[in-house]
């Protein structure tokens, strides 16, 4: 997706070789006019999937997810990585380790909105190692729905993340794939390149 | 607004005399159409106000935030509660105590996005003893930028905090006044009512 490449490289930081900030249009201040356009993207690249539910993880994935859903007309669940007050009974749950943070989460999501007629398209801002999108595909398997696809804001397709689910047999569809934050420049694999990996 | 206090009365559950759960269309399972309704809505509201900037709070603010920011045409900064890897400098913090969780937490914006020139819509999903807006408006008034309203999804008015950001001068647009949810029954303010508490 040229637009999201383009703000990538006029407004991405990179920290180091492994970390991209995205913080002015992501992962903190958020651009809703171009989060519209990346709902419209996964809505076109979804669109013979027969969607009825987006599944996401709090709170990166809750806007792109959003936008998404709001295309395809289908509600949208975000996991919790916390245990809300409201949130007791019948939950499923998955276990998230986080390398970069060194800690592992419980992440969960109501029974009560996921079934096994669901059509599951999964959703989230980044794709790195794939411990966050493995966590959701256990949640959407233990309701025993169908998970259509997975859609990513941007892949480091560095890391194994995107390679794992792909071996799985998921169809992962990666808005911007990035090749290499070496030398603190942000490259992506290009459009011919992300054909032939598909 | 009549389509949301439609949907809290055939979705809402109430808990107890204080708890509303809204979790099949705001703060678990998010209704994207609904969330664009209430965007629109509070782009009415205050389309008068000059918003630059719309601040909210992770998890649940972000959908209605990111309607309304897509309305109005302008950037959505979401509060951390828990501090992010990539997020550590120049933060400007305020503390929020839950009275439901008893805990008090530290939520935190970087400086980067808000200027003293910004015309800010603060947003949030709930408003009920008001430690969360406060936190907010704390951290808004430190970038020295200017609290043009206060935009809430459904304020619980048996609790304080409407009255408490009343009392301090600000605008506080509520989407649908909770009156009492005693009996097990959701009773809103009337909109004449809510005309006269302005």
Do not use: C, W
Request: hydrophobic letters at 45%.
């Amino acid at each position: 997706m040229e637009l999201l490449k383009e703000k990538i490289k006029q407004e991405g930081i990179v920290l180091s070789n492994t970390v991209l900030k995205v913080d002015s249009f992501l992962n903190h201040q958020i651009d809703p006019v171009l989060m519209l356009e990346i709902g419209k993207e996964f809505s076109q690249r979804f669109a013979d999937k027969g969607i009825t539910k987006i599944v996401t993880i709090e709170s990166s994935g809750i806007a792109p997810a959003v936008m998404a859903g709001l295309q395809m007309n289908v509600p949208v669940i975000f996991a919790r990585k916390r245990k809300s007050m409201t949130l007791i009974n019948d939950l499923l749950t998955a276990k998230v380790h986080s390398f970069t943070k060194n800690e592992t989460n419980e992440i969960s999501v109501s029974n009560k909105y996921l079934t096994e007629n669901d059509q599951v398209l999964i959703i989230d801002d980044f794709l790195a190692n794939g411990q966050a999108a493995i966590g959701l595909i256990d949640i959407v398997q233990q309701a025993k729905a169908n998970i259509a696809g997975i859609g990513i804001v941007i892949e480091k397709a560095f890391q194994e993340g995107g390679q794992l689910l792909r071996d799985k047999g998921f169809e992962v569809v990666s808005l911007a794939r990035v090749a290499s934050l070496e030398e603190g420049k942000v490259t992506f694999v290009s459009d011919k390149t992300a054909e032939v990996m598909k």
